[in-house]
């Protein structure tokens, strides 16, 4: 049987293609350069942010003293202080952690609670969305790159909440699981869903099915189709995987399996190859 007769590509419309893709690319490396710039600004102002609290914080145990009749009020401010240092924290560390991309130490539960407590923030997942956060009493602690974990939380995060923007049901369920030397993590939502043939193409490169809409008067930003993108690199990177299943109506699970002990041995192999630069 003879072979189907190959079609030359049509050299214009390739073009146009490359020109397309390019702009996209260079829009999304300019679009993140932003945001590292910016990342580095909002960490340093935390900090600059968290020096006067500790004072204010200081003056407020001293004043509860000298004056014994309003220690109520004291201990609200307190309290107030405290959660503003929480928050203060977790900012700059996750300004820092995610756009410096520094080695450290990974604890999952720690890290995974302190995305829930930054995405809180977003009015959608504080006052509409339950979030349940399944794990174990302890996990292994382990080298990584913390940022990258945590950009691939909070693309998840967005997704999930996005995809139940209009629906009745708002709950995420997150659950963390230690399977011999890997850890699975699987983010639950009960959104929109995706049919067979979203589900396939849901990691292409600037795929996707958001569009603008308006809000408050504006029109909302288009999505780049990037994030999912981002998140299989992330993984792939570090060896780990990620699966998606989905129903129509009923909601997406991402399953994400990280094989933490290589990634640790990964990471401490480089550090010892890592030559001194010469002065």
Known sequence: MASPEKKNPDPVLDNEMNEEVRAAINRYLESHQGLEKMGLLVAGIAHNLAGPLSGLLGTVDLLSYKFPDLKNDFDR??????????????LSNKAKHEYLRDVGEVNFIELINNEIEFYKADPRFKHFTDINFTHPDTVPVFRGIPGDFSQILANLFTNACEAMDHMKQKQLDVTLMHVDDSMLISIKDYGVGMDTETKEKAFDPFFSTKTPRPANGEQEVLATGIGLTHVKNLLDDMGGTIRLESKLDEGTTATMLIPYKKLDEK????????????F
């Open 77 to 90: 401010i307190r309290r107030i202080g405290k959660k503003l240092q929480q928050d203060i924290y977790l």
């Open 267 to 278: 990471l401490q192999a480089e550090l010892r190859n890592k030559k001194p630069e010469a």
